[in-house]
Nanobody, 118 residues
């Protein structure tokens, strides 16, 4: 797994913002620019769902539930992927995971809890 960092704390008021970041694991550093990155989340009692993804060409895709509020981006120089979360809702409360996919494997970051209060 690779390092994920949550900015703004683990608890945020509805309507607030948080930014998550992940650094690519050593194993994929050399191929990060060609990797597909994604953010998943898993709410208590629910299945893990895809929130956002970004291709090696920096083309983003978002789940309908977060489109227009979340932004995924990638920094090839720093080998980091970010998830900017704006206008947060209580339904966004979940453990968030970053994911990297390359031809030779799939790698998960350590989950980080985001709690959005009503």
């Amino acid at each position: 797994m690779f390092s994920c960092r949550r900015l703004g704390g683990g608890v945020v008021q509805a309507g607030g913002s948080l930014r998550l970041s992940c650094k690519a694991p050593r194993m994929i550093l050399s191929t990060f620019s060609s990797a597909a990155m994604a953010w998943y989340r898993q709410a208590p009692g629910n299945q893990r769902e895809l929130v956002a993804s970004i291709t090696s060409r920096d083309s983003p895709n978002y789940a309908d539930s977060v489109a227009g509020r979340f932004t995924v981006s990638k920094d090839n120089g720093q080998r980091k992927v970010y998830l900017q979360m704006n206008s947060l809702k209580p339904e966004d409360t979940a453990v968030y995971f970053c994911n990297a996919k390359v031809s030779y494997g799939e790698f998960w970051g350590k989950g980080t809890l985001v709690t959005v209060s009503s």
